[in-house]
């Protein structure tokens, strides 16, 4: 079993930044968070995929957040951060760290593992 928990959300006006960490219980180095991704999920609205990383640092993104967030992972700490500037009041969401064995999929089913979530707000 892999355990994610995520912080870093709050508030913050439009344009603003914001760091989101994930933290995974299990070393990165386990075949289970091979890649560990980022997801986000508005009031009413199906979840989306937002960024992944891979073991090895290969990156993928949407194209609503290309440019503006950037996606990282520390294997040594066992961790994930998602820097987040330029921030629009649509990227109001909570975001949720997951990970999966799988290759750089935008697909949340192919994520096995998922943490609790963490709130996003933007203002105008």
């Known amino acids: 079993q892999v355990q994610l928990e995520e912080t870093g959300g709050g508030l913050v006006q439009g344009g603003g930044s914001l760091r989101l960490s994930c933290a995974a219980s299990?070393?990165?180095?386990?075949?289970?968070?091979?890649?560990t991704a980022w997801f986000r999920q508005a009031p009413g609205k199906e979840r989306e995929f937002v960024a992944a990383i891979s073991r090895g640092g290969g990156t993928r993104y949407a194209d609503s957040v290309k440019d503006r967030f950037t996606i990282s992972r520390d294997n040594a700490k066992n961790t994930m951060t998602l820097q987040m500037n330029s921030l629009k009041p649509e990227d109001t969401a909570v975001y949720y760290c997951?990970?999966?064995?799988?290759?750089?999929?935008?697909?949340?089913?192919?994520?096995?593992?998922w943490g609790q979530g963490t709130q996003v707000t933007v203002s105008p």
């Open positions: 299990a070393r990165t180095n386990s075949p289970y968070v091979y890649i």
């Open positions: 997951a990970a999966g064995p799988a290759f750089l999929s935008t697909d949340r089913k192919e994520y096995a593992f």
